[in-house]
């Protein structure tokens, strides 16, 4: 069982993903300033549009030329590589400190599963590299490797705490978290936060403790809102 897993712990640093990126050997510096302005827009197109993007547009954004681009990257798959590449070995270092956190089982699932639930509502390239077959590259693979366990192991942590629910399966979570990235894509800029209301009430439903309800940090959508958002086409809204 894989489990759905970010790029980066938090939404903000997904949208900054290539701060690290290595520099290639050989390149001259106006070769390497291409570089990285091309995988800083792509980074950005692949968050909104996904990873069947336009080069044309990645290259648009970066201010180079299509010819550039190519150069640097001569296939789709060759810039999702390295995009990913960038990213995967920070990732895993978040990773590596969230399993030996010593902090509350419950509160470490749940805000593993807020920075989860954060970056797939807001990157559909980060979704779908991790997620499908079709754009499957080395660092979506580290990436998985890794946090499958640490997140296995979170949970059992909690359930063992007796603070999470004992019939809850680590299958379960990626449902879950494509049920938030759900509500996310419809919702769209209506209510860009509206994911984080549904996802405190799931989180709430997994509790054991009794306790008191979460407060729901974003209200409502309003009545005359739900029909544009039920009926929108499948698909990225944004």
Not at 90 to 108: E, H, Y
Request: charged share 25%; net charge negative.
């Amino acid at each position: 069982m894989t489990v759905m897993t970010p790029l980066a712990i938090s939404g903000a640093e997904a949208a900054h993903p290539v701060d690290t990126v290595p520099c290639t050997p050989g390149l001259r510096a106006d070769a390497r300033r291409n570089r990285e302005r091309v995988l800083e827009a792509a980074a950005v197109v692949f968050a909104e549009r996904g990873l069947d993007a336009s080069l044309d547009e990645i290259a648009r954004r970066a201010g180079v030329g299509v010819g550039t681009l190519y150069r640097r990257f001569p296939t789709r798959e060759a810039l999702i590589e390295a995009l990913f590449d960038a990213k995967a070995e920070r990732v895993i270092a978040v990773f590596d400190a969230v399993a030996t956190s010593d902090g509350d089982p419950l509160a470490t699932l749940t805000d593993t599963l807020v920075s989860l639930a954060e970056v797939f509502a807001t990157d559909r390239g980060v979704r779908e590299v991790l997620l499908t077959s079709k754009h499957a590259c080395a660092g979506g693979a580290r990436i998985r490797e890794r946090v499958t366990p640490v997140v296995a192991q979170l949970l059992q942590r909690a359930q063992d705490a007796g603070q999470v629910r004992a019939d809850l399966e680590l299958s379960d979570l990626p449902i879950i978290l494509s049920m938030i990235e759900s509500v996310a894509d419809r919702a769209g800029t209506r209510s860009p936060e509206l994911w984080r209301r549904y996802l405190t009430l799931l989180i709430d439903g997994l509790r054991t403790d009794g306790g008191a309800p979460t407060v729901l940090p974003v209200a409502a959508l309003p009545e005359d809102l739900i029909d544009d958002v039920m009926c929108v086409d499948e698909g990225w809204q944004r």
